[in-house]
Structure formats: structure tokens, C-alpha cells
């Protein structure tokens, strides 16, 4: 249809097209099973959509390449804000190992469009950086080299990682004090993997010995910063054990939230409403980066 539209100069129409492309193929790929033949060519469809949006919107999705303290290179896209004034927020986005950035900007660009932000995604597994260099120093560099474009106001950089990505956000945002806002684990799960080794190790399974409490999964530390922490298929925590931290951030006055997705259910299970989640999610930095209206601390979409 996109393509259709742009042979006839319905240039609206093929934008919008593109955009309703990125976000069924993204549906096509949850619903596609692990080890798919078919899913394998999704990248291929993503990179056509994307490409097509782009000339036709006349966007430009910037292909970073950096390099991380003579380490490698770490390789990522730039999605410039739409409407800022001299500089604007930005958000650097950590894709979970198993995501490809393809796929996270198909769903993040037609959330990202009338927002104020730029995003930076990057992904802190893969990269020709050496494996012993940790992600969090990667993550480092990519906070250096936002802090060095005249388009981002420096003071206002937030960290936002899904799956494995959570955890690691949760490492810069503790770091570095230049994260101005945290879209992560909230440092959780580190605490809960390291119990889950305890019982294997002791031979408890996955049975908790009498006496142990959800209460030594708290953190020890806190996020100097606004901390938005997601329970669903993209997050590797439970929602107890989110609300037990929100409730522990809440109790010093620290600015915690948590958003709950709904699952839309159809013939083969039920899949998770990202189109509402991933517009929350930047609702949620903007109103943290800029002048949008506060959300409830817990939500459920």
C-alpha cells in the first residue's frame, strides 16, 4: 500500500503506510514462534520500511559508529527530535540481546514522532567492543558522545534498556550521575539472580528457605534519579517484587513508578499491547525531560 502511494504522490498516505508496516510486522514477529524459518526474513522487511519511511517523510535516521576507548567500535541509530529548540533531550535506548535494533525502532518511531526527544539505540551485547569490556562502560561511551552533539541538552539524558537491557540501564543510571532519568530493573534483577543461585547451590530449588523474605531482594542502592520500572514480556522482573521496591522509594519521597501491560488476547495466546506501553514509556520521559503532565506512580495498561 505504502509503495502504491507513492507511485500516485499520495505522499501522507505512504508515510502513514510505512508506519502501519513497521507495527504489523513487529505484531508478525511476536506472534511468529521461536526458531520460525519465516521470522528470518523480518529484518530484511523492517529495513525496507524503514527506508521507505524515511525518503518519503524525508527523515534522517542517523547510522552512529563510535569509538569506545580504543576497545572497538560500537555501532547505533540516531533518531534526531522533531520539534526542540537549540538542543533537546535525548534517551538512550538499550535493546534486550535477543531484539534487533531494527525491530525496537519499528516500534519506538511512530511512538517517537510527535515527541520532543531524540533516541539513541544501541545495543550493549553486540558490537566489536572486547567482550571483557563491560556494558555499562559501553554505555558510558554513548553517554560521552550525547553529552558532545550540539543537538542534545546534556542535562537532560535518560537511559531506557528492555530485557537484559533493563539491568544494565539500571548499572549506568547508579554510575553515572548524568542520567537525569531511568527506564530499567531498578537494580533487581541482580539480587533475585544471585538468590536463585544460593537455592541451586544449597539445594532448595525452587522452594525459599523458611525465614527468607522478597525483603533481601531490595537493592542496596537507589537510583539517584526518576526510576520507571516495566512488569511484562520486555522486563525480567515480577510485579511484587517492583511494587515492593516502588513501595521502599516511596517511603524516603524518591520518585518511583511502575506501568503494568495489558495482553491482547487472539487465537494462538495472547500478546502484549506494546503500541500503548511503548507510548506510556515516552510519556514518561517527556514528562521527566521536559513540561508533559505527571503520570500515577503505578499504572496498568
Known amino acids: 500500500m505504502a509503495e502504491s502511494a507513492h507511485d500516485t504522490g499520495s505522499a501522507?498516505?505512504?508515510?502513514?503506510?510505512?508506519?502501519?508496516?513497521?507495527?504489523?510486522?513487529?505484531?508478525?514477529?511476536?506472534?511468529?514462534?521461536?526458531?520460525?524459518?519465516?521470522?528470518?526474513?523480518?529484518?530484511?522487511?523492517?529495513?525496507i520500511s524503514l527506508r521507505g519511511f524515511e525518503a518519503e517523510a524525508g527523515l534522517a535516521i542517523e547510522r552512529v559508529k563510535i569509538d569506545c576507548f580504543d576497545q572497538g567500535v560500537l555501532a547505533g541509530f540516531f533518531l534526531p527530535a522533531l520539534r526542540h529548540g537549540p538542543s533537546a533531550p535525548a534517551v538512550i535506548c538499550v535493546s534486550d540481546e535477543d531484539i534487533s535494533l531494527g525491530s525496537?525502532?519499528?516500534?519506538?518511531?511512530?511512538?517517537?514522532?510527535?515527541g520532543t526527544m531524540s533516541l539513541l539505540l544501541v545495543d550493549a551485547g553486540n558490537s566489536t567492543v572486547h567482550r571483557a569490556f563491560k556494558p555499562v562502560h559501553r554505555l558510558q561511551c554513548w553517554?560521552?558522545?550525547?553529552?558532545?552533539?550540539?543537538?542534545?541538552?546534556?542535562?537532560?539524558?535518560?537511559?531506557?534498556?528492555?530485557?537484559?537491557?533493563?539491568?544494565?540501564?539500571?548499572?549506568?543510571?547508579?554510575?553515572?550521575?548524568?542520567i537525569a532519568a531511568a527506564v530499567c530493573d531498578g537494580g533487581l534483577l541482580t539480587p533475585r539472580m544471585r538468590r536463585a543461585s544460593l537455592r541451586w547451590?544449597?539445594?532448595?530449588g525452587q522452594a525459599?528457605?523458611?525465614?527468607?523474605?522478597?525483603?533481601?531482594?531490595?537493592?542496596?542502592?537507589?537510583?539517584?534519579?526518576?526510576?520507571?520500572?516495566?512488569?511484562?514480556?520486555?522486563s525480567m522482573i515480577w510485579e511484587q517484587d517492583a511494587l515492593e521496591l516502588q513501595a521502599d522509594y516511596r517511603q524516603t519521597g524518591a520518585d518511583c513508578s511502575v506501568v503494568v501491560p495489558n495482553n491482547v488476547s487472539h487465537p494462538l495466546g495472547e500478546v502484549e499491547n506494546f503500541i500503548a506501553l511503548d507510548d506510556f514509556v515516552l510519556e514518561w520521559l517527556d514528562s521527566k525531560?521536559?513540561?508533559?503532565?505527571?503520570?500515577?506512580?503505578?499504572t496498568y495498561l
Open 12 to 47: 501522507q498516505i505512504a508515510r502513514e503506510a510505512w508506519l502501519c508496516s513497521l507495527t504489523a510486522l513487529e505484531v508478525v514477529r511476536r506472534l511468529s514462534c521461536p526458531g520460525d524459518v519465516a521470522s528470518a526474513d523480518l529484518a530484511d522487511e523492517v529495513g
Open 104 to 114: 525496537m525502532m519499528s516500534r519506538l518511531l511512530p511512538a517517537s514522532l510527535c
Open 143 to 178: 553517554l560521552d558522545y550525547l553529552q558532545g552533539r550540539p543537538d542534545v541538552d546534556p542535562r537532560r539524558i535518560a537511559i531506557y534498556g528492555e530485557g537484559t537491557g533493563a539491568c544494565h540501564a539500571s548499572r549506568l543510571a547508579l554510575s553515572d550521575r548524568r
Open 201 to 204: 547451590i544449597s539445594g532448595f
Open 208 to 234: 525459599a528457605p523458611d525465614g527468607a523474605s522478597t525483603g533481601s531482594l531490595l537493592p542496596s542502592r537507589r537510583l539517584p534519579c526518576p526510576l520507571l520500572m516495566i512488569v511484562g514480556s520486555r
Open 289 to 298: 525531560l521536559g513540561a508533559a503532565r505527571p503520570h500515577e506512580p503505578v
